[in-house]
């Protein structure tokens, strides 16, 4: 955690529970939990060609061993959606160091079998045609010094030339705090209400089948 580009702590984070940064400049991710930071890691992103769309999104469905659209011989293991319509999320596949995905995420095995884990999905109408709740907010940023110098080839001259700042981070979240806020409450409502639902269920009494003699 000591080596983390991004800040141990931002204060705006504070009320949210969960929260994940993708930065196209540094390819790496960070993980918040009401502020503080709790894992960070590789990433390759979206190639020139065909670059990861940036901006707060929301983690949506996921799938343990998804296919590519691409190619059906590329196998993503803990495939994890967070752009729908156009089929971008994070999962595992091989990090070259430098931004090669076709707009996708890719990170380390461990990596995204832990996210797998910790992110919440989206929250479906039973028809599954209506989003009742959001899930995880994810907020992708910034770009790629295509053809420029990597960040990282910087440190020996300058240990803090990959680090984002918390001003930085501060100014990137803030335009978006309110809603983050508002689909995290909305969140708990809809699964507070969903188990207040099973709970009845579960409660009434079961009826007995009569057979016929």
């Not at 971008?88 to 797998?116: E, F, T, V």
Request: proline share 8%.
């Amino acid at each position: 955690m000591e080596y983390s580009p991004f800040p141990m702590q931002i204060d705006v984070l504070s009320p949210v529970k969960k929260f994940v940064v993708f930065s196209y400049p540094i390819q790496a991710y960070g993980v918040y939990s009401n502020g503080t930071l709790v894992k960070w890691g590789p990433t390759s992103m979206g190639k020139k060609s065909a670059k990861t769309k940036t901006g707060l999104t929301f983690a949506n469905w996921k799938k343990q061993l998804a296919i590519s659209t691409v190619s059906s011989e590329w196998k993503l293991p803990y495939n994890f959606n967070i752009f729908n319509l156009d089929g971008i999320g994070w999962h595992q596949y091989d990090l070259p160091g430098y931004p090669a995905s076709h707009s996708c995420l890719r990170l380390l095995m461990n990596d995204a079998k832990w996210l797998y884990g910790y992110a919440d999905t989206w929250v479906l109408n039973p028809g599954g045609a209506t989003t009742k709740a959001k899930g995880t907010p994810v907020l992708v940023y910034g770009d790629y010094p295509w053809g420029k110098r990597k960040p990282w080839r910087k440190l020996l001259n300058d240990p803090n030339s990959n680090n984002v700042s918390v001003e930085q981070m501060t100014q990137m979240i803030e335009p978006n705090i309110q809603k983050i806020l508002k689909e995290q409450d909305n969140r708990e409502r809809v699964v507070d209400s969903i188990k207040a639902a099973k709970a009845v269920v579960e409660q009434m009494p079961q009826t007995t089948k009569t057979v016929e003699p």
